[in-house]
């Protein structure tokens, strides 16, 4: 008769099994608005951690988060030894894919990854908890900015920790912006506006390691793209320091391009050229406004001016806040956009950026660069090839730097 042997265990996938059930008590907590349930998934009540997570608790309970959950859990990164004596022979970190969405604001799940050390805990029901989220990387969720207000109506969510009055601005030029969205493109999607407080916070936000460049920029629009190239759950990221700096006006503008961008992202099958994208969120950000291009353009024809202007329209680089002054590129991509509105009307705009995008009717190559999928339907849409457009565009700059 063959030896008995003990089936041995698989350590990793216990632990993992034992996250992915911590996991689950948390989202039915936090769909019961229920504080007591998702503390039990925590180690002593009386540690910072707790503390922390149970005002995180009260923070995610403010938004109409829904679909909450993990689709994946990873063992590690290995604590080190101090931290191991600290808690325990049998404490380890799990990195958890966790996911979200804002009901009413976002088409598909949001993902972001969170470490959690795990340990003993006499006081959870199966043992095991969280007791600390130090040990490994996480990526910050609005939900982190404190103090945390949300305001919203049924096209805008604004969640911030900046002063209250603020907020209702960004509300309410939100709601404004979707109007004028819709009058230009036809739909509007709801948005959701991330506002800190500070810049640090900002830069925390957008999980960058400095500040460079975002001193040229009031706000950033970021977000996935589904499988299909379209986007699911933007976020509007303001600068608060750059935004103060702007009268009503610009604030307006502001708002209505990145709403811009949140709707035409969404609504559409794939990237297009940067000075498409900008330049048509600018001419929908200044719809309505009486402007004098060469006073809106002024740091572009200065650079005509003196021979350093642009020789073709910008590339993707050119707006990159990190490595150039980028209000020229703005400036030329607008009057771009502007040009083809007056001389072939809004409707072929509109037309010319779905096609593009890769919107019906017009069917090209998913494989192809935006860049060349754009060369194919100057033509196709406006009846004129780039390079005779752009002659016309570089010529209209020469006349409006004189």
Known sequence: MAPFRTPAVDLDQTRRQTVVDLVARRAAALAARDRGAWLTTVGDLTVPFAARQAEVF???????????????????????????????????????????????????????????????????????????????????????????????????????????????????????????????????????????????????ALQRHDASGLDQVAAITDGPRDAQGTATSDRIFINPDAFVRLNAQGRRVIITHELTHVTVRATTLRMVPLWLSEGFADYVGFSGLRLDPRSVAADLLTKVRAGTGPTGLPSDDAFDPSHNVIEPSYNAAWLAVSRISDRYGQARLVAFYRAVALDPPINLSVSMEPSVVAWRAFPAVLGVSEDDFTAGWLAELRTLAR
Request: hydrophobic residues 40%; charged residues 15%.
């Open 58 to 204: 009260d923070r995610m309970t403010q938004l109409p988060i829904a679909g909450y959950g993990q689709t994946a859990v990873e063992v590690g990164p290995p604590l080190d030894a101090a931290r191991q004596r600290a808690l325990g022979p049998d404490a380890w970190v799990a990195t958890v894919h966790l996911t979200y969405s804002l009901r009413g604001f976002d088409r598909a799940p949001r993902q972001f990854v969170a470490s959690y050390t795990v340990a003993h805990v006499s006081r959870a029901p199966t043992g095991w908890g969280f007791v600390d989220d130090v040990d490994g990387t996480t990526e910050p969720q609005p939900w982190d900015l404190s103090p945390m207000t949300v305001l919203s109506s049924p096209t805008t969510l604004v969640i911030g920790s900046a002063p209250i009055a603020r907020l209702r601005d960004y509300l309410a030029l939100g709601d404004a912006a979707h109007a004028t969205i819709t009058g230009v493109w036809g739909t509007a999607r709801p948005g959701v506006i991330i506002a800190p407080a500070t810049s640090k916070e900002l830069v925390t």
